[in-house]
């Protein structure tokens, strides 16, 4: 499984983008994509060991003022996968769902990459926005 994060600098800046990037490298990052318009942007990962098997769930937005509006810039994330929790090896009390009960929703994109994802019940779809925009984007494994 991997995590992602972005550095953002301004083009004035670019030379504190590479010694960000040196420092990251030093830490396990590697870089994905570095895009430039007006500011550049480096995204980046590293492999992360997965130990616990808690599911994670979408936290969704509270956003009184639609599901677009944000006066803040998104801010990077660790990669966030709903996936369920193995089944327990002891025998099951009671049958539980394969899949967390999250409602369908557009929620904070857990990539990092968009600012929300759809979230479609059961898995990330590829539905994404960003400042009130619909783009198509796969969601990564």
Do not use: C, H
Not at 6 to 26: G, P, R
Not at 118 to 140: C, F, H, I, L, Q
């Amino acid at each position: 499984m991997l995590e992602f994060t972005s550095l953002k600098v301004t083009a004035n800046n670019s030379a504190d983008l590479a010694t960000q990037l040196t420092s990251m490298s030093a830490q396990g990052w590697q870089v994905v994509s570095i895009v430039a318009t007006g500011e550049i942007v480096a995204y980046l990962s590293r492999p992360v060991s997965v130990t616990a098997t808690t599911p994670v769930q979408p936290t969704p937005v509270n956003d009184s003022a639609g599901w677009a509006a944000t006066n803040t810039p998104a801010s990077p994330t660790t990669f966030i996968s709903p996936t369920p929790a193995s089944a327990p090896t002891s025998t099951p009390v009671a049958t539980q769902s394969a899949v967390p009960n999250v409602p369908a929703d557009w929620y904070k994109d857990p990539a990092g990459r968009y600012e929300y994802r759809y979230w479609d019940g059961s898995k990330w779809t590829e539905n994404v926005s960003r400042a009130g925009v619909m783009y198509k984007d796969p969601p990564t494994k």
